[in-house]
């Protein structure tokens, strides 16, 4: 069967371009493995087929004939398995690869979204400021070793892989919100990353339902 990925059908405006299928999509794109996107409705996440293939009502989740998965990293790394583009083949190049995928999702993303949730309340009480600042301090320990690593090579190892496509989207809302600013390398890995072809493509696959259901 053709590799399927869930995907919304409409998403509000400011989710739009982010939603975690466009990690697959773009994964997929990357391998060149063709895929169809199966798009839900927001009232078909909490329907009992489809809890069946994703379990929390997310996206995205994926299916190829062989397994059904979801969780946009370990999706990625499944389809990385499957292409020299994404992973290297020796036991040493996967398990670096796997490792910063983990690092992407575990001790990047988590402190990225604090500050964004924190900023989309828009607080602007005094001890609400002084909180962010805390917030600062702790992505700040994350980011730094990043921009030093990123300062001196394009690419989380010697070359691209499905390590960066996590990192990157990790870093992507950062990046949009201006929150980089005063990590140049980062943001410049950023840009890098996603003026690839195969990035262009998978976005531009995400947004397409977007705008022909804009008006439903």
Request: proline share 5%; net charge negative.
């Amino acid at each position: 069967m053709t590799n399927q990925v869930s995907a919304f059908r409409w998403a509000p405006e400011f989710a739009q371009g982010f939603v975690r299928d466009l990690r697959v999509r773009w994964a997929l794109e990357e391998a060149g493995l063709p895929y169809e996107a199966v798009l839900l409705g927001m009232e078909d996440k909490d329907s009992e087929e489809y809890r069946t293939w994703q379990p929390f009502g997310q996206v995205p989740a994926y299916r190829d004939g062989e397994v059904e998965m979801f969780e946009s990293g370990a999706i990625v790394l499944h389809i990385a398995e499957k292409s020299e583009i994404l992973c290297p083949r020796d036991a040493a190049g996967r398990a670096r690869v796997m490792t910063w995928v983990i690092a992407a999702l575990n001790s990047v993303e988590p402190f990225a979204w604090n500050i964004i949730f924190f900023d989309g309340e828009g607080a602007g009480e005094e001890w609400a400021k002084k909180h962010r600042k805390e917030l600062e301090e702790t992505l700040d320990r994350k980011l730094s070793p990043l921009q030093q690593r990123l300062a001196a090579q394009d690419y989380l190892e010697k070359d691209f892989s499905a390590a960066d496509i996590i990192m990157s989207t990790a870093l992507r809302e950062l990046a949009h919100f201006g929150t980089l600013a005063g990590y140049p390398a980062l943001a410049a890995y950023v840009e890098r990353c996603t003026q690839r072809p195969a990035f262009v493509r998978a976005l531009d696959a995400q947004m397409k339902p977007f705008r022909e259901n804009a008006a439903a």
